[in-house]
C-alpha cells in the first residue's frame, strides 16, 4: 500500500480528468519563437531566463528560448518549436498524453512534452510544428464529435 500524503494544501486548480473532455477541449496554441533543449554540466548554475530546469545524472537539461541562448553563448542541441495546450488538465488525467502521442505518431512527427501545473507544452522540430497543429486539431474535432454523441 502507497503511503497518502496529509490533505493537500494547494489551492490551485484541480484540471479537467475526463479524457473525452481533455481532448474536445485541448486548444493547442503555437507559441511564438524557437526554443532549445541544451544541458550544462551538474553544479553550474543555470540561466535566470530557463522556461526549465531538470535534474538529471548526466547534468541540467534546460529549455530555453533560441534568441537568450545564442545571445549568451550557450550550445543549443535541439531546435523547436512549443506548442502549449490551453486545456486546463489534471497531473492526474489518464490517457490524454497516450492520445496525443498516438497522433502524433501517426502523423510521423517527434514530440518532447512538459506538463507543467497548469497547462502541457509540446516541443517539436520547426518544420513539424504546423503539421502538429493540423493533428492536433483533428484530434480535438473528433472527440468534439464524440462528446456531442
Do not use: W
Not at 502524433?104 to 497543429?133: M, Q, R, S, T, W
Amino acid at each position: 500500500m502507497t503511503p497518502q500524503p496529509a490533505a493537500a494544501t494547494s489551492s490551485g486548480p484541480s484540471g479537467i480528468t475526463d479524457l473525452v473532455r481533455l481532448l474536445a477541449e485541448l486548444e493547442p496554441q503555437l507559441e511564438p519563437g524557437f526554443y532549445c533543449f541544451t544541458s550544462i554540466p551538474q553544479g553550474q548554475p543555470s540561466p535566470a531566463h530557463a522556461l526549465m530546469t531538470f535534474q538529471e545524472t548526466e547534468g541540467t537539461t534546460l529549455i530555453l528560448q533560441l534568441e537568450q541562448a545564442t545571445a549568451e553563448h550557450i550550445e543549443t542541441g535541439f531546435i523547436c518549436r512549443k506548442i502549449t495546450l490551453l486545456v486546463p488538465s489534471s497531473l492526474e488525467a489518464v490517457g490524454m498524453m497516450a492520445a496525443i502521442a498516438q497522433t502524433l505518431k501517426e502523423a510521423a512527427i517527434p514530440c518532447n512534452v512538459v506538463a507543467g501545473y497548469h497547462h502541457d507544452h509540446l516541443f517539436v522540430a520547426p518544420d513539424h510544428a504546423e503539421a502538429a497543429l493540423d493533428a492536433l486539431r483533428a484530434l480535438q474535432r473528433q472527440a468534439k464529435r464524440q462528446a456531442a454523441t
